[in-house]
């Protein structure tokens, strides 16, 4: 008879909490990541090697190289006419900003993302105003959106949060009603989808960020999409060299402004090379971030305390990371910072995400941006009397200061499954422990 093997050992979800010096639940350590293979590697040599040939190779002012051939990936993959390498997705934004507003303008905006999202508007002199988000999608809510529109208002700038697409559809039937510009923030979006179409392909603009910890990670890069000439030219001109401009402007009328009159936007070679040897495993690499999320949410399902966003079958997010809502109902007498504490020592990586909402922050409560700077309230008729209170924004506001969860990264884009098993241990020793998590320190986890 062949041996029985021994029935798996019971999980530990009755050991002692880590946190309260017990053995932690999670010891797989988490993929490193970025992490260059050998052919992006090499790409980045190859293109040092060309660079005594045709110093495209070495600096992309003259437009050619690397950089060209990275945009013409991106047009390809996303069905766009133009696009334009940069530095960062930060300065894909400024451009995509400096192009829809004059100084006092207002922009309208999400204050649940990262700064980036909002500081490109102050950048190009815009005044933010600030709508409320969807609670299960978490980016901007297309009627608090609507609320918000001014005869001054100029332009929608909507974050993919995390990858999940904002409601495209109707910012943009919003943006075409109205005449305003619409700008996508893609940094964390490469590869999501809305109704089956790329992100970044809705709007004016389309800007995305190649920086270390985005799904294509190539250091810092960027890229601006758009697919309108007019738009490209300008962007052109806001953010390239003359080098580029003046065989690339084709209005006589702006061919007027080339200049070196310019922000120093455009792409580091090496960057764009990476960027583009990544690109042929993108694909790949979403697919394990698509398929680590489902399997995540699965090993949560029906742990107190935590549950999975509701998205909408149209939205098709390639996760940058994964949000989730805390539950409080779920498990009385803790609180969701001992919460994050009590899985954070078990080892499992857990966040409270962004923890203040933006129009809450320092610079906007003192509309002191950059060192105490009066611009852009300055430049509008009655920046004096704008003011950015809480309870402006009560959905984003709830999510910063008490429901937000966020898990995962780029290093979950490859198989993790082991890991993943432990992570959903250590859920379960928490929720079978909550009596001891409610007697943690209550000072909110960092
Ligand atoms: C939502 C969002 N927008 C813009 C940026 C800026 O991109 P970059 O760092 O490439 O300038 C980031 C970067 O983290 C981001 O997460």
Sequence with gaps: ??????????????????????????????????????????????????????????????????????????????????????????????????????????????????GQTVSCILQAGGVPVFADIDPETLTLDPDAVAARITPRTKAIVAVHLGGIPAEMDRLAAL????????????????????RGRSVGSFGHFGCFSFGSTKNIAAGDAGMLVTRDRGLYERALLTGMHPNRTTHEIEDPERRRWIDSLIYTYRVNVMSAALALAQFDRLEELNAWRRANARALV???????????????????????SVHFVFVPEEVPGVTRSQYVQALSAEGVPIFTGYDSAIHLRPAFQEKRTHFGRGFPWSAHPRGGEIVYRAGDCPVAERRCGETGLTMLGGWSCRDIAPLLDQIGVAFRKVAAQLDQVARLDPAPAV
Excluded: F
């Excluded at 300065?91 to 990262?114: F, K, N, Q, R």
């Design 298 to 320: 699965e090993r949560l399902r029906g742990v107190p305390g935590i549950r999975a966003l509701r998205l909408p079958e149209r939205l098709d997010p390639a996760w940058h």
């Design 1 to 114: 008879m062949p041996a029985v093997s021994p029935p798996p050992a019971a999980p530990a979800i009755h050991a002692r909490l880590a946190a309260l010096g017990g053995p932690k639940a999670v010891t797989i350590q988490r993929p490193p990541w970025p992490w260059p293979n050998e052919a992006e590697i090499q790409a980045v040599l190859a293109t040092l090697r060309k660079a005594p040939e045709d110093i495209a190779n070495l600096c992309s002012a003259r437009g050619g190289g690397p950089g060209e051939a990275l945009e013409a990936r991106m047009k390809r993959d996303l069905g766009v006419p133009y696009a334009i390498a940069t530095c960062g997705g930060g300065p894909a934004l400024h451009i995509a900003c400096m192009c829809a507003l004059e100084a006092g303008d207002e922009a309208i905006v999400s204050p649940y993302t990262w």
């Design 175 to 194: 943006a075409e009603k109205h005449g305003l510009c619409l700008i996508e923030d893609c940094a964390q979006a490469q590869g999501s989808r809305y």
